[in-house]
C-alpha cells in the first residue's frame, strides 16, 4: 500500500527576530503554508522534526496560533508526529508538546516515563525509568527522540534501529553534514546512525539537503524562514562588475512512498549586498546600482570593503531612499593587504562575548606551554559540547590526544600565529 507524508522542521514559530516583533508574524505565515499545502496534497500524515518553537516556553498568543493551525490537518483526520528540538525541549515534567499531544493535535515520539499508548502510539519499556513511544501508522513505525548531546544520544540510538518499515526521526547535526568552516558542531556521524529505516527525517540544520544511508533518504528540509542572515535569498556583489547568485531554498518535503520532494514556501526574501569600494563616491555608486535587485520587502544585510571612510548614516539614508526599511545590518571593512590578515587597530574591539576574550587571551601568550593548550581545548570542548573529544587530563601529555585533537591543535597554533596582540 502506497504512503505519502510531509516531513517539516525549524519552524520558530514565536521567533521575533532583530527585534522586529512583525517578524513573528513571517514565521506563522509560512509554517501554515506549510501544514495547507501538506493537506491539499492529501498526505496520510506528517513530521514534525524539532524546533517547532524558538523556545520552549512560547507566549500565550504563538500558543494559540498553533493550535489555529494544527486543528486544520486534525479536521482532515491527518495525524502528527513530532519530537522536541534544542529550542523547544525543556527540563520540566510537562512541555508544550505535552499540551499540543492533550489536545489531541500532535503525537509525541521518544522517551516517556510512563507508558502511552494511543491510536497512533506504542511503547516499548527499554528500563526501569523509561519507555520509547513509537509513531504507528498502518504497517509503518516511526522511531524518534527529541535533541540530545552525543554523550546522552549514543545511550539510546541501540533502541532506534528500524524494522525495515519504518522512518526514524531525529533533531541533531551529522559530521559530514553540519557546517563545520562556522564550528558548528555535531552529534553524529552518517556510520553511527541506526539502520534498516526506510526515510531518515532530520531537523537541526536550517538548509535543504539529502544523503542516503544504506539506500534510504536522509533529509533536512531546512527551516521555513530565514532563521539567520546566511540562510541569504540572493547574494548581490559588485567589485570590479556585478554579480548574483542565488542562496537557499525555503521549504519542506512532500514523501510519496519514501522518496523525497521539495516544496517551496513564500519565505521573505534576505538580500545580502557586498560592496568593493575604493572611495565613498565609488561606493555610493555601487550602491545605487546593486540595490535594482531589491524589493521593498526584502530584507537586507549589506557590507562595504573600502580603505576609505565610509558614512554609516549617508549609506543608510541611501538604502531608505531606494524604498528599503528592513536593514538587518549594514558593515564596513577593511580589504586584505596582499592577502593577508586585516588591519587591526585593536582586536578587542572585535570579539563579541566573554568567550572570545578569554580565548584569545589565552592564544595572544608568548610561551604556549602543554597547560595551555591543555586548558583552551578543554576550554573549546565545553564551549561546543564536543563531546567526540576526551578532555585532557591534568597529568595528561598533549600529545597523548594527538589524534583526536590535530585539527584543533592546528587550529590553535594557527591563531597563535595570526592574532595580533591587544597592542598591535
Given at each position: 500500500?502506497?504512503?505519502?507524508?510531509?516531513?517539516?522542521?525549524?519552524?520558530?514559530?514565536?521567533?521575533?527576530?532583530?527585534?522586529?516583533?512583525?517578524?513573528?508574524?513571517?514565521?506563522?505565515?509560512?509554517?501554515?503554508?506549510?501544514?495547507?499545502?501538506?493537506?491539499?496534497?492529501?498526505?496520510?500524515?506528517?513530521?514534525?522534526?524539532?524546533?517547532?518553537?524558538?523556545?520552549?516556553?512560547?507566549?500565550?498568543?504563538?500558543?494559540?496560533?498553533?493550535?489555529?493551525?494544527?486543528?486544520?490537518?486534525?479536521?482532515?483526520?491527518?495525524?502528527?508526529?513530532?519530537?522536541?528540538?534544542?529550542?523547544?525541549?525543556?527540563?520540566?515534567?510537562?512541555?508544550?508538546?505535552?499540551?499540543?499531544?492533550?489536545?489531541?493535535?500532535?503525537?509525541?515520539?521518544?522517551?516517556?516515563?510512563?507508558?502511552?499508548?494511543?491510536?497512533?502510539?506504542?511503547?516499548?519499556?527499554?528500563?526501569?525509568?523509561?519507555?520509547?513511544?513509537?509513531?504507528?501508522?498502518?504497517?509503518?513505525?516511526?522511531?524518534?527522540?527529541?535533541?540530545?548531546?552525543?554523550?546522552?544520544?549514543?545511550?539510546?540510538?541501540?533502541?532506534?534501529?528500524?524494522?525495515?518499515?519504518s522512518i526514524l526521526m531525529l533533531h541533531q547535526s551529522i559530521k559530514e553534514i553540519a557546517d563545520v568552516s562556522n564550528i558548528q558542531g555535531y552529534e553524529l556521524s552518517l556510520s553511527e546512525l541506526p539502520k534498516n529505516h526506510l526515510y531518515y527525517a532530520l531537523g537541526h540544520i536550517h538548509r535543504f539537503c539529502m544523503r542516503e544511508v544504506d539506500g534510504a533518504p536522509l533529509v533536512y528540509p531546512g527551516s521555513l524562514e530565514r532563521y539567520d542572515s546566511k540562510e541569504y535569498s540572493k547574494?548581490?556583489?559588485?567589485?570590479?562588475?556585478?554579480?548574483?547568485?542565488?542562496?537557499?531554498?525555503?521549504?519542506?518535503?512532500?514523501?510519496n512512498d519514501f522518496k523525497p520532494k521539495f516544496v517551496g514556501v513564500g519565505a521573505r526574501?534576505?538580500?545580502?549586498?557586498?560592496?568593493?569600494?575604493?572611495?565613498?563616491?565609488?561606493?555610493?555608486?555601487?550602491?545605487?546600482?546593486?540595490?535594482?535587485?531589491?524589493n521593498s520587502q526584502s530584507i537586507v544585510k549589506m557590507k562595504v570593503i573600502s580603505r576609505a571612510t565610509i558614512n554609516y548614516s549617508l549609506v543608510e539614508e541611501k538604502l531608505r531612499s531606494k524604498g528599503i526599511k528592513n536593514i538587518c545590518s549594514v558593515t564596513f571593512e577593511i580589504p586584505d593587504r596582499e592577502g593577508g590578515m586585516p588591519e587591526i587597530k585593536n582586536v578587542y574591539d572585535f570579539l563579541e562575548d566573554d568567550f572570545e576574550i578569554k580565548l584569545f587571551n589565552e592564544l595572544k601568550e608568548k610561551e604556549m606551554s602543554d597547560a595551555n593548550l591543555r586548558n583552551i581545548v578543554n576550554f573549546i570542548k565545553t564551549r561546543f559540547d564536543m563531546h567526540d573529544i576526551k578532555p585532557l587530563k591534568e597529568e595528561e601529555p598533549v600529545e597523548a590526544g594527538k589524534i583526536k585533537m590535530k585539527g584543533t591543535l592546528n587550529l590553535l597554533q594557527f591563531l597563535k600565529k595570526n592574532v595580533p596582540n591587544k597592542e598591535t
Open positions: 500500500m502506497s504512503v505519502k507524508f510531509a516531513h517539516i522542521a525549524d519552524a520558530h514559530l514565536g521567533y521575533e527576530q532583530y527585534h522586529w516583533s512583525w517578524r513573528v508574524d513571517d514565521f506563522k505565515r509560512v509554517f501554515e503554508e506549510a501544514i495547507q499545502k501538506a493537506v491539499k496534497e492529501k498526505v496520510d500524515f506528517i513530521l514534525i522534526a524539532g524546533d517547532l518553537f524558538q523556545k520552549s516556553n512560547p507566549a500565550p498568543q504563538i500558543i494559540k496560533d498553533v493550535i489555529e493551525v494544527l486543528t486544520i490537518p486534525k479536521k482532515e483526520g491527518i495525524p502528527i508526529f513530532a519530537i522536541e528540538g534544542n529550542h523547544d525541549k525543556t527540563i520540566r515534567d510537562v512541555s508544550i508538546y505535552d499540551v499540543l499531544e492533550s489536545l489531541g493535535l500532535i503525537y509525541t515520539v521518544g522517551l516517556k516515563k510512563a507508558r502511552v499508548e494511543s491510536k497512533y502510539q506504542e511503547s516499548i519499556k527499554i528500563s526501569s525509568n523509561w519507555y520509547l513511544v513509537k509513531g504507528i501508522f498502518r504497517d509503518i513505525e516511526i522511531f524518534g527522540i527529541k535533541y540530545m548531546t552525543r554523550a546522552y544520544l549514543e545511550k539510546f540510538l541501540p533502541y532506534l534501529g528500524g524494522n525495515g518499515n547574494r548581490v556583489v559588485y567589485d570590479s562588475e556585478l554579480a548574483i547568485g542565488e542562496g537557499q531554498r525555503k521549504g519542506f518535503i512532500i514523501a526574501d534576505l538580500i545580502d549586498i557586498i560592496i568593493k569600494a575604493d572611495n565613498f563616491e565609488e561606493a555610493m555608486k555601487k550602491i545605487e546600482c546593486a540595490t535594482r535587485h531589491v
